[in-house]
DNA sequence: CTGTTAGCGCCTTCAG
DNA sequence: CTGAAGGCGCTAACAG
């Protein structure tokens, strides 16, 4: 491997004067530095990150820790962040093991963006505690060195049940997520209030997110169920495993049985009829978040945020 | 920060005797280790990857690159690879910019595994040149550091239109990928030499591989085309889009128009009617890219692989 | 079994 | 403007 040793030497200059020709010091004469530069660039020369992080104690790397890697809006959300942080020289990695918690600790990453609900508590606030910074996106979380940038699932939650109230007399289904999760938590609790307050009969349905579960309440409601009910599954996916039973069945979504979603993701488009759900930009979600976790390197201590939802209309919710 | 030398110090031993019993080495009385790791754990020390990196030569890490970071398999693709490395003590980092190509020559990971099409094959073949260990899944590329695992596009290509072929008397439709991607072209020019043999009147639609360009592909074949058909659209996502426009016109998917796709992504299974494609295992072929790197690391030299794949049938094929 | 020591590659203060 | 030197945190010969 060439190294910056073996540039000074070539250059006949002593190795600080080719690190700073390098970094584009201006202690160096043009002149000496072109030829330097000239040099690194004949040979190959590539920094060693290991060097130059030993040394500089900073990695310009974020850490963007997400699970069900293969789910369906995390590409948005992971533009928006790298948008942002490339334009403030910051590199961005996707870390989706266990394992890789540990770089944060270790630092290989200067910050990191957490979206992941196999990472602990515990974990981040004992990162925390360290010093290291986080954002975290999918739980609440009060410590100096975490900041949050959440959904609005409890504003969502409302609209969604609205839209479905006006179309449904019977009965309604919550369908969740995963038991312990903030995001299906929030709008589980959010729907079940608004129903009350409105003295709505209603009656919960775990599901976990996937499409599988979604496909297992339906099978659910259409045994033990009347039509002209009306579903709020708490994320799209559940949704879209649901219309795959409800087409099999004489059940017509949008008359029967009235469904609302929740993420607006982007293959939802492709159902028919269009799927009502909440929708958000992924985009500017992760937009945020970068900027947090930037301020925050940066020694601002910015404060938690709430990302806007909508609702926003399809054909899953008709009249009746 | 709390490191190895603070450890040694508390403990009254040499550093190398604290770096040795953290590292589990055997050369330290079970007695003092365990001592050694008491305070480690006490102090919460976690080691520096920096110094350990830069004294190892060694990350134990593995870049894995892609683009396009929504689309739909990564999922699996990702878990495949996932799966096998972290058995072998190696985690996984997800690049998707092109400032993170830099990692490779800055030694800080170990190897990559690469499906990028903006990832040039220039400085793939200069980095192998310095010596570094790359595996490619969208090009064939011929080096001593550098090995292929590649879907056998070909044969998928020709599956599909044998099946196109047997519903289909008019006309059938290609609809590309980008130009100058791999995948794109090695199936065009399997079918079109498939189509030529036969001597079967075909004509060729540029897409991109995005559900957008497969609208305007259907949008385009409605206008100039009569019913009776066939398209093979080199993507699912594409025939995705397809399907959006297909379903708004008068012409039936599986009647008047025959569809194949390309990846049997998840979310085609929810279409009506379920769309005929060609079928891969994902999480095999991330497997069969981990294996590759792991050998090359550990000086193995493997040959290049193919990825077989089979017809999927789905009713987006039907009689005429 | 334990301690001493010499770097890994790079940056940066301090002299010159 | 340039050079010498120290050190970031850790490992691994080599001595003891």
């Known amino acids: 491997m060439v190294g910056i040793r073996e540039i000074a030497k070539r250059a006949n200059v002593s190795i600080s004067t080719a690190s700073y020709a390098i970094n584009g010091s201006s202690k160096v004469k043009t002149e000496t530095r072109d030829r330097i530069l000239a040099i690194a660039n004949e040979l190959n020369y590539i920094p060693n990150m290991a060097g130059r992080t030993l040394k500089k104690q900073k990695t310009n790397l974020i850490g963007v820790y997400l699970t069900n890697y293969g789910g369906a809006f995390y590409g948005e959300l992971v533009s928006g962040i790298h948008d942002f942080l490339h334009q403030h020289h910051y590199d961005v990695i996707i870390c989706s093991s266990e394992r890789a918690h540990t770089f944060i600790p270790e630092k290989m990453v200067d910050g990191a963006i957490i979206l992941d609900s196999t990472f602990s508590t515990e974990k981040i606030e004992s990162y925390a505690a360290r010093g290291h910074q986080m954002v975290v996106l999918d739980r609440e979380l009060s410590h100096q060195?975490?900041?949050?940038?959440?959904?609005?699932?409890?504003?969502?939650?409302?609209?969604?049940?609205?839209?479905?109230?006006?179309?449904?007399?019977?009965?309604?289904?919550?369908?969740?997520?995963?038991?312990?999760?903030?995001?299906?938590?929030?709008?589980?609790?959010?729907?079940?209030?608004?129903?009350?307050?409105?003295?709505?009969?209603?009656?919960?349905?775990?599901?976990?997110?996937?499409?599988?579960?979604?496909?297992?309440?339906?099978?659910?409601?259409l045994q033990k169920s009347e039509k002209e009910v009306g579903i709020f599954c708490l994320n799209d996916e559940m949704a879209i495993g649901?219309?795959?039973?409800?087409?099999?069945?004489?059940?017509?979504?949008?008359?029967?049985?009235?469904?609302?979603?929740?993420?607006?993701?982007?293959?939802?488009?492709?159902?028919?009829?269009?799927?009502?759900?909440?929708?958000?930009?992924?985009?500017?979600?992760?937009?945020?978040?970068?900027?947090?976790?930037?301020?925050?390197?940066?020694?601002?201590?910015?404060?938690?945020?709430?990302?806007?939802?909508?609702?926003?209309?399809?054909?899953?919710?008709?009249?009746?």
């Open 145 to 221: 060195n975490v900041c949050s940038v959440l959904l609005d699932n409890r504003g969502g939650a409302k609209k969604a049940l609205l839209a479905l109230e006006k179309k449904v007399t019977k009965k309604i289904y919550l369908v969740t997520g995963p038991p312990g999760t903030y995001d299906s938590n929030e709008r589980l609790a959010a729907a079940k209030k608004c129903l009350e307050e409105r003295k709505l009969s209603y009656e919960v349905i775990l599901g976990d997110f996937s499409k599988e579960s979604g496909r297992q309440a339906a099978r659910e409601i």
């Open 242 to 320: 649901m219309y795959s039973v409800f087409q099999k069945s004489n059940w017509k979504i949008g008359k029967d049985i009235h469904i609302v979603g929740f993420d607006n993701i982007e293959v939802t488009h492709y159902l028919r009829p269009r799927l009502t759900t909440i929708d958000y930009s992924k985009s500017d979600w992760g937009k945020a978040a970068a900027e947090k976790i930037y301020f925050m390197l940066n020694g601002k201590q910015p404060s938690n945020q709430l990302v806007d939802v909508k609702l926003k209309g399809g054909k899953s919710v008709g009249s009746i």
